[in-house]
């Protein structure tokens, strides 16, 4: 947007236009961002109403056809009556033609929230036939299976453990205290006192 500030101007009316008009438009990430803080501002004040002299000054400055005033203050102002900003979404779409010109500029989606045009990204539906998904669930009822949760729950903390065994039997034993007053090992634990098999 390296031009003269009147031709700056007036290519910041004709991309507020648009997104007026269209709700939707797709240009250059630096001219997008750049329209994104007057659309913004644009809402902002036109909230103040159709009878307030700056807000219709504003909107007649801004829009360059007539017709958009109306579609301002009657659709758009009403959509945002209860939200406090965010009137926008700039969504990054990467460069345009890179394989064909190595210094294409990259492009973006402005849009106005709440438009009546399917959403750029889609929702993520969460579907239980996914592999991950699948996965997952196994890995739940495995664990449900051996009651691992439960044993989880009775460890102590700072208890170490000594595992042996295979997975399948892991056998969990205390490691053995050493009394430090009689250089010798204590005697041998009861079951009780011994780990619990996983």
């Known amino acids: 947007m390296s031009r003269g500030p009147q031709a700056r101007l007036r290519l910041l009316q004709g991309m507020v236009t648009a997104l007026v008009r269209h ?10 961002h750049e329209t994104q803080k007057y659309a913004e501002k644009l809402i902002d004040v036109a909230k103040r109403g159709y009878k307030n002299p700056e807000a219709m000054k504003v909107a007649t400055t801004w829009l360059t056809e007539e017709d958009l005033v109306h579609k301002l203050f009657k659709v758009l102002v009403p959509r945002y009556e209860n939200s406090p900003g965010n009137y926008t979404k700039l969504w990054n779409i990467g460069e345009r033609g890179n394989h064909l010109h190595p210094k294409a500029s990259p492009m973006a989606f402005l849009e106005y929230c709440g438009n009546p045009f399917p959403p750029l990204q889609p ?4 579907n239980p036939n996914w592999l991950i998904n699948v996965l997952l669930q196994g890995v739940k009822d495995d664990v449900e299976k051996t009651d691992a949760l439960e044993l989880a729950k009775t460890v102590t903390l700072g208890t170490k453990y000594d595992f042996t065994g295979n997975l399948d039997q892991d056998v969990r034993v205390k490691k053995q ?3 430090t007053s ?13 780990g619990t098999p996983v």
């Open 177 to 179: 205290s050493v009394d």
């Open 23 to 32: 709700e939707r438009i797709e240009t250059s990430y630096s001219k997008a």
């Open 123 to 126: 929702t993520k539906k969460k």
């Open 182 to 194: 009689s250089k010798t090992k204590t005697d041998k634990k009861t079951p009780d006192d011994e």
